[in-house]
């Protein structure tokens, strides 16, 4: 029978490095702090499929952290990832405040392209180059970022209107993989990247 083994910080972060027992490492992040993170969301207006999406949209952005040589053990991987996830519980917040209005309203732009995309995605439908850029993704990660960022369905919602996915978890696996494509085509032109900020600053709503 196989058992499931601990991982300290810095076997977490070789093993993601390197690749090797990546999956198991992965696992064991989950094992390990899946409920404090669960608990935080939960405890501050969230639900079990919020927590779901943001916990992995959190893990997901530890690794590509690591891997870009950007998480050095300033922190514990435990408060890094408790960071991550408050802090993008509190943006999901922030937009569903502001989903009544007819447009939402983002004033405060950030510089790293990759945590900005989603909210760029959130309130700039109309915009030319967001349409072209979801276009170049295919018609399948077109639907599902336009439902879920555009249309606020949640994966339970998607699931029912794409019915060739057997379940919610391979759409959270394919919307990762849709948006991580998305922003790799935007930071492979830095044109697309001028565009973006310069939309975020001065579009009308």
């Given at each position: 029978m196989h058992i499931a083994r601990d991982y300290n910080d810095q076997e977490v972060v070789h093993a993601i490095k390197t690749e090797k027992d990546i999956d198991e490492a992965i696992q064991f992040i989950y094992r390990e702090y899946y409920g404090l993170l669960e608990n935080y969301v939960r405890n501050n207006s969230g639900n079990e499929d919020d927590a779901a999406d943001i916990i992995q949209e959190a893990?997901?952005?530890f690794i590509e952290m690591v891997k870009k040589e950007?998480?050095?053990g300033q922190a514990s991987?435990?408060?890094?990832?408790?960071t991550l996830t408050r802090n993008l519980w509190i943006s999901e917040l922030r937009k569903r405040k502001s989903a009544t209005r007819r447009h939402e309203v983002y004033e405060d732009t950030r510089d790293d392209i990759e945590q900005d995309v989603s909210e760029h995605l959130a309130y700039k439908e109309k915009q030319?180059?967001?349409i072209a850029l979801l276009d170049q993704?295919?018609?399948?990660?077109?639907?599902?970022?336009?439902l879920f960022y555009y249309q606020n369905l949640s994966i339970k919602e998607i699931l029912e209107q794409l019915p060739q996915y057997?379940?919610?978890?391979?759409?959270?696996?394919?919307k990762y993989k849709c948006l991580k494509e998305l922003v790799s085509n935007v930071k492979s032109s830095p044109?697309?990247?001028e565009n973006l900020k310069t939309m975020s600053r001065y579009v009308e709503y």
């Open positions: 893990i997901v952005a950007k998480y050095r991987v435990k408060s890094l990832l408790f030319a180059l967001i993704l295919g018609s399948t990660c077109r639907k599902i970022l336009e057997t379940n919610e978890q391979v759409i959270r696996n394919k044109t697309i990247i």
